[in-house]
């Protein structure tokens, strides 16, 4: 049984940063890219950005890229997404899943993690 927890949004202006965690557990971590994801009100899920099972290859939307961060720490079981440089079109709520490309590959969503950036 998958399960994935989204943790660290918050309130932050524009221009300061957030990191955000995505934590494992009930399987087999460490051979699976892992994704983030946000949905805005009243849009559609986005991807944002993807890490390779090891970690030595990510992948980002264009509107994050430069800003956005994706790490992972095998050992922990737990994927990273740091921002910088916040806009308030970054405002959304924030998922991790496991990924194909930059396709969700899990049929179900965690609670995720709401990031809200104020101008």
């Known amino acids: 049984q998958v399960h994935l927890v989204e943790s660290g949004g918050g309130l932050v202006q524009a221009g300061g940063s957030l990191r955000l965690s995505c934590a494992a557990s009930?399987?087999?971590?460490?051979?699976?890219?892992i994704g983030w994801f946000r949905q805005a009100p009243g849009k559609e899920r986005e991807f944002v950005a993807a890490?390779?099972?090891?970690?030595?290859?990510?992948r980002y939307a264009n509107s994050v890229k430069g800003r956005f961060t994706i790490s992972r720490d095998n050992a922990k079981r737990t994927v990273y997404l740091q921002m910088n440089s916040l806009k308030p079109e970054d405002t959304a709520d924030y998922y991790c899943?496991?990924?194909?490309?930059?396709?969700?590959?899990?049929?179900?969503w965690g609670q995720g993690t709401q990031v809200t950036v104020s101008s």
């Open positions: 009930g399987r087999t971590f460490t051979y699976n890219d």
């Open positions: 899943n496991d990924v194909v490309g930059r396709t969700p590959a899990l049929p179900s």
């Open positions: 890490i390779t099972w090891s970690g030595d290859n990510t």
